[in-house]
Structure formats: C-alpha cells, structure tokens
C-alpha cells in the first residue's frame, strides 16, 4: 500500500519560497517516501529535535542545495514532512 505523507504547515510554507524548479523535484522525491520510506542516500539524524514534536527520530534526504526533513510514524504508515529548506540554514 504505502506510507501517507503529512507536509506540516510550517514545511508547506517554506516549500511555497523556493523556486519553482526545485519545488517539483522536492515534490518528486517526497512523493518517492510514500513507497520507499528510507529511501538511498537518507540520512538519520543524531542530537536533532524540533520542538513541539513527539517524534524520537528525523531523517533528511537531499534535493540539490535543499534537505527535507521528516519522520516515520510506522504505526499510522505515516510520514511527517517537517521542514524543507536550504543546506545552509536547514538544521537552525
């Protein structure tokens, strides 16, 4: 079946800032989680937590100059897009 994907309103926003472009390849590789989750290339991330958020693990995949990052909840089968942004200011 697959995993759901959830963009949280704070990643839809930040999607909304980037170039038009790049929007659609995020959109592809996000879209590529609903079937492989972890998919080649992810990473999980270690000593990183966002707050307000209950989740234990964040995991990023690269998109050019851009991270995505996310987490797995296996028991709903959903994916939460947390945050999408620049290399540069992603991990703030």
Do not use: C, W
């Amino acid at each position: 079946m697959g995993y759901k994907i959830v963009i949280t309103e704070s990643a839809a926003k930040e999607l909304k800032r980037i170039p038009a472009k790049m929007q659609d390849r995020i959109f592809e590789k996000i879209e590529g989680l609903v079937e492989e989750p972890k998919p080649n290339g992810h990473k999980k991330l270690k000593n990183f937590d966002m707050p307000g958020n209950d989740y234990n693990d964040y995991y990023r995949i690269r998109v050019g100059d851009y991270r995505v990052i996310y987490a797995i909840e296996d028991a709903e089968i959903t994916i939460f897009v947390m945050k999408v942004a620049h290399r540069k200011n992603v991990y703030e």
